[in-house]
């Protein structure tokens, strides 16, 4: 293999981190209230807490980019968008929505791989 790519059992999968995402985010929102004002710490606590699980997952050479969404649910839709540049060969994201009657709550985890 190319000594520059990520070895076969050591490559970002897409369905495993999506699968971690989720079950954090059940555990850590459930079936909380929306509260705007605390949504800026819990964001940030959620983005941690998903890095430090995807990290221990053990991708070696992986960068991680985790973003999280917090938007209160009023009936409305929402999309999220993203685009990068990155190799398709050993680059990839994660994305899971955990949506309740009072939020949705959206972990996108992007491992780029660093040469």
Same mark, same amino acid.
């Given at each position: 293999?190319?000594?520059? /790519?990520?070895?076969? =059992?050591?490559?970002?999968?897409?369905?495993?981190?999506?699968?971690?995402?989720?079950? @954090?985010?059940?555990?850590?929102?459930?079936? /909380?209230?929306?509260?705007?004002?605390? !949504?800026?710490?819990?964001?940030?606590?959620?983005?941690? *807490?998903?890095?430090?699980?995807?990290? =221990?997952?053990?991708?070696?050479?992986?960068?991680?980019?985790?973003?999280? !969404?917090?938007?209160?649910?009023?009936?409305?839709?929402?999309? @999220?968008a993203s685009r990068c540049l990155w190799d398709p060969e050993v680059d990839?994201?994660?994305?899971? !929505?955990?949506?309740?009657?009072?939020?949705h709550v959206t972990g996108i985890v992007f491992g780029l791989y660093w *040469?």
């Open positions: 293999s190319h000594p520059l /790519k990520p070895r076969p =059992n050591a490559k970002f999968l897409k369905r495993d981190v999506e699968k971690k995402v989720e079950a @954090i985010l059940q555990e850590r929102v459930g079936d /909380k209230a929306y509260n705007y004002n605390d !949504t800026m710490a819990q964001s940030k606590e959620l983005c941690s *807490e998903i890095q430090q699980a995807v990290l =221990n997952m053990g991708y070696e050479r992986y960068k991680l980019v985790v973003q999280v !969404t917090i938007a209160e649910a009023c009936s409305q839709g929402l999309r @999220i990839n994201f994660a994305q899971f !929505t955990f949506s309740t009657e009072h939020m *040469e």
